[in-house]
């Protein structure tokens, strides 16, 4: 009876085949064979459901199992016959199996839809995603951690709007990215426990009349239970969503420690040599080095955050259940999380070649007169003023020291005098950067005790 341009799935109601744009426009298997992994272990749970609810026989349960695996072995092996003409993942694969086994092969998409069988594949895969982020997060972590324990004293100018603030430690600028990483993982455990219900079982949209058991199908795939609601889980996407959300935040986070490397690494810095293994040469000035790992990394938030904008543009406005809008909900996410663990890969090779240059990060500590809040807290301290006169105070001894082209260690005490009379030489011990990030004991400050232990309490942590 059937035609050979019907389709062999859906065509039975059809006298002719797709238009070639048609086809062009309306198959997925060009990018979402990258599903066939979870397409085969959710065809193979539902198949053993089917049997263990008496829906199929065992013996037909068996050789469509059977079968699935032999038909992911041909797809690992690069030697399945993928065609556009059966558009998707799903179908190529159904219908690949019935080549292989015939009949039984009919069976398997009882009590079930392509609606419900996309939901399960791509939740599966970005799990899968989300968990080699949080893999990716922590293996960079311990990357900064070990920075962090190197340098947890070395003094370093920390910045606001990137003009000299205070002096920091080393230790404690990478501490900062463990605690925003951490913060990122967070997030991304957070999605995890949302995206794990399983949409198995859903059909089309409406649930079916066939005695399923989704709890029994939910665990074999590791979901912790069902999605409880049939209309909703094959309609939204925003496991997706909550997946490209924190890849844009964790992104954005790299994006800015690949800024300040960039700067860092620069002549005019100083403070990072980056290693050769993550550098690349120019081809027409020999001396250049150029970080171009941290700048592609500094970029890739424009992907992620562009697929995240991506799909919320797709899923915004579609009424509920499915429709084929859908579709476009793949090639960017596989995009981003490509993105997002190819750049946390990246920035964990660079952070753990990368060498700190202690000597420029010091001398760059001192400048800037990096050490007048602790002049200011020296007069109320020792002076007893009001914190704004010491501060008046102290902006005048730096405007001196500027205009004696000097830092405010180097100012005579003769001269501090004549700015204020109580000014003694026991202001001079406050205006060292060591003694200036030493004293900075408040819980998270950028003492060298403080950041130890912050570095103990994440180490164990993270063990
Ligand atoms: N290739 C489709 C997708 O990715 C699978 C679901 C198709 N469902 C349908 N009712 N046409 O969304």
Redesign the pocket.
């Known amino acids: 009876m059937t035609d050979k341009t019907q389709n062999a799935m859906w065509g039975g109601r059809f006298a002719a085949g797709p238009d070639a744009i048609m086809e062009a426009i309306n198959a997925?298997?060009s990018f979402?064979q990258r599903l066939a992994a979870q397409d085969i272990a959710g065809s193979r749970a539902h198949a053993a459901m089917l049997a263990a609810q008496g829906i199929i026989t065992d013996s037909d349960a068996e050789a469509i199992r059977e079968g699935l695996l032999t038909v992911l072995s041909e797809i690992e092996r690069g030697d399945f016959p993928f065609s556009a003409a059966l558009?998707?993942?799903?179908m190529n694969v159904e219908s690949r199996l019935k080549d292989l086994i015939g009949d039984p092969a009919g069976r398997l998409h009882t009590a079930r839809?392509?609606?419900d069988?996309?939901a399960v594949d791509?939740r599966m895969w970005v799990r899968e995603q989300t968990d080699a982020a949080i893999i990716g997060i922590i293996a960079l972590q311990k990357a900064l951690l070990d920075q962090a324990e190197a340098g947890a004293d070395w003094v370093m100018p920390g910045f606001t709007h990137l003009q000299t603030a205070q002096p920091v430690t080393w230790g404690h600028h990478m501490m900062a990215y463990v605690e925003m990483l951490g913060r990122d993982a967070g997030r991304f455990r957070d999605a995890r426990t949302r995206m794990n219900e399983s949409p198995l079982g859903a059909a089309?949209l409406a649930g079916t009349s066939f005695p399923i058991d989704r709890d029994m199908t939910a665990g074999a795939l590791g979901f912790d239970r069902p999605a409880a609601n049939s209309l909703d889980a094959v309609a939204d996407r925003d496991f997706a969503l909550e997946f490209l959300s924190a890849a844009t935040i964790c992104a954005m986070h790299l994006s800015r420690f690949a800024e300040e490397l960039v700067i860092w690494s620069s002549a005019q810095f100083r403070f990072v040599a980056m290693s050769d293994r993550f550098s690349t040469g120019s081809s027409i000035m020999p001396q250049k080095k150029n970080p171009d790992a941290a700048e592609l990394i500094r970029a890739k938030i424009g992907r992620i955050m562009g697929a995240m904008v991506g799909l919320f543009t797709v899923m915004k406005a579609l009424p509920l259940t499915?429709s084929?809008d859908?579709?476009e909900?793949?090639e960017q996410v596989f995009d981003a999380a490509d993105s997002l663990m190819l750049a946390l890969a990246a920035m964990d090779g660079m952070v753990r070649d990368m060498t700190a240059n202690r000597d420029a990060l010091k001398a760059a500590a001192a400048g800037g007169f990096s050490t007048a809040t602790d002049l200011a807290d020296w007069l109320v301290r020792e002076l007893n003023l009001p914190f704004r006169e010491a501060h008046h105070v102290t902006g005048t001894l730096v405007a001196l020291a500027e205009k004696q082209d000097c830092d405010l260690p180097d100012l005579s005490l003769d001269d501090m005098q004549k700015v204020h009379r109580g000014i003694s030489r026991s202001v001079f011990d406050v205006l060292g950067v060591e003694n200036s990030v030493a004293s900075r004991t408040s819980y998270g400050g950028t003492a060298p005790t403080e950041v130890r232990k912050q570095i103990a309490r994440w180490k164990e942590m993270l063990k």
């Open positions: 997925s298997i979402d558009e998707d993942i799903h839809s392509r609606n069988q996309v791509f089309a499915y084929k859908m579709q909900d793949k």
